[in-house]
């Protein structure tokens, strides 16, 4: 057995988040995830209700891991760069972890049923709310509405840089290919530009 008693639910879950960051949500299943653990195909019932259940606990994890990275990055005197920073780590996670981010924000998990997983996602939110708050000196009123413009201009480069990522060789001379590569290579430059031209 690859868990001792008590932890059982947190081993299914980390088992779950290995089994997805690897394989993707295809084919997953309260019953395979029994499999990989070693453990009864029972077992899993006692802690998770549905296969939706286990999915909502795997993105909580993934918020929590992404919140993690971000909050690694020291607030200094450079509102903008740090913001940058910031950018470039939920990039890289992205990058690093594709399937995970595409379980916590594309497939239709009912958020509303799962308290833990809305919470997660929320203090995720909050750090980059809380950075932008920083950025506009504290005024409230402009943060709220650039924390949404700032998440959606990151996520949408993750998307082209995912993209990319997925290109292979005999596609490499593409404008699309010449364009995404442009991206990743100035980076930073974009994402500085993006922020310091926030209202």
Not at 83 to 98: P, S
Request: aromatic share 10%; proline share 2%.
């Amino acid at each position: 057995m690859r868990y001792h008693h008590g932890n059982l639910k947190s081993n299914l879950i980390d088992c779950a988040y290995e089994w997805i960051a690897s394989n993707g949500i295809d084919n997953i299943s309260l019953r395979k995830i029994a499999e990989i653990a070693e453990v009864s195909q029972t077992a899993p019932y006692r802690h998770f209700k549905s296969k939706e259940h286990l999915l909502a606990e795997v993105a909580t994890l993934g918020f929590e891991k992404l919140s993690f990275e971000i909050d690694k990055n020291i607030t200094t005197d450079d509102a903008t760069d740090d913001l940058v920073r910031c950018g470039v780590t939920y990039i890289e996670f992205g990058l690093n972890n594709e399937h995970i981010i595409d379980l916590m924000f594309n497939y239709p998990i009912k958020k509303s049923e799962y308290p833990s997983l809305l919470e997660s996602a929320d203090t995720a939110f909050g750090l980059l709310l809380k950075r932008l708050k920083y950025l506009h000196d504290g005024k409230e009123g402009a943060a709220p509405l650039n924390s949404i413009s700032t998440h959606a201009y990151v996520h949408g480069l993750l998307t082209i840089l995912q993209m990319h990522q997925r290109i292979d060789k005999s596609s490499a001379g593409t404008e699309f290919f010449k364009a995404s590569s442009a991206v990743k290579d100035n980076l930073e430059e974009m994402l500085s530009k993006f922020i310091k031209n926030l209202g």
